[in-house]
């Protein structure tokens, strides 16, 4: 099993930054894509970014690309969220995600495993 704590969510002004962060434990080892989704109030669950746990490939949702950067840290089993512009559209739970089987697409939530607890973002106007 892998564990998956999400931090680093606030309440913050349109056009600030934010860096989340997840911390894996457990069977890391099997985790082959992480990903970050997110919850906007009354609405879907939806993907964010996803990269390889143990490669390079990254991947983002239109909305977002140019303002956020997913990243990770292997040897800290931790990864990275960096949410630069924010606007009020990004108020959402985040949820770090993992996969321990290579997905059909990354973009649907039921080709992942195991789940944070969701960590808030509020981004004011």
């Known amino acids: 099993q892998v564990q998956l704590v999400e931090s680093g969510g606030g309440l913050v002004q349109a056009g600030a930054s934010l860096r989340l962060s997840c911390e894996a434990s457990g069977r890391t080892d099997s985790a082959i894509v992480m990903g970050w989704f997110r919850q906007p109030p009354g609405k879907e669950r939806e993907i964010v970014a996803a990269?390889?746990?143990?490669?390079?490939?990254?991947w983002y949702t239109d909305s977002v690309k140019g303002r956020f950067t997913i990243s990770k840290n292997n040897a800290r089993n931790t990864l990275y969220l960096q949410m630069n512009t924010l606007n009020p559209e990004d108020t959402a739970v985040y949820y770090c995600?993992?996969?321990?089987?290579?997905?059909?697409?990354?973009?649907?939530?039921?080709?992942?495993?195991?789940w944070g607890q969701g960590t808030h973002v509020t981004v004011s106007s």
């Open positions: 995600a993992a996969a321990t089987t290579t997905p059909r697409n990354v973009r649907f939530s039921d080709n992942y495993d195991y």
């Open positions: 990269l390889m746990w143990n490669g390079q490939d990254t």
